[in-house]
């Protein structure tokens, strides 16, 4: 039985959506928009201990290169406040250098700009960005 209403699928269903092309976006500045966002929480690690964050699932409009998606994490702590803050700044809701309550309610749909950089990594022997 086929699924169309983004239902769990079976483990004999047949499958074809191979999903969206990945589009690979020149390092730069863009615009996008907070398709939505989710609260979750970060175990800790070496530089920051355990806390809240938000997952915000991002539409980066690359202009004539296509639009792609981006998933990026804030990490709700005292040593990660400059990136929640220029997050704000960046949708609009915060001016630099003020004291701000943050409003999650307002965060998605909202839009703002973006500076993009490209990571390598290795994954299975194979150099991915």
Not at 74 to 100: D, M, P, Y
Request: charged share 35%.
């Amino acid at each position: 039985m086929k699924n169309t209403n983004n239902e769990e699928m079976d483990w004999n269903d047949e499958i074809e959506n191979d999903g969206e092309d990945f589009v690979l976006l020149p390092e730069g500045a863009y615009d996008f928009v907070v398709k939505s966002f989710e609260r979750g929480r970060f175990a800790g690690g070496k530089v920051i201990g355990p806390c809240n964050k938000a997952i915000l699932h991002l539409e980066v409009d690359g202009g004539d290169a296509g639009s792609t998606y981006v998933k990026e994490d804030l990490f709700l702590h005292e040593k990660a406040e400059w990136k929640v803050c220029a997050f704000f700044t960046s949708i609009g809701q915060r001016k630099k250098g003020e004291k701000f309550r943050m409003n999650w309610a307002s965060v998605a749909g909202a839009k703002g700009r973006c500076k993009l950089g490209i990571r390598s990594y290795e994954k299975n022997g194979e150099t991915r960005q």
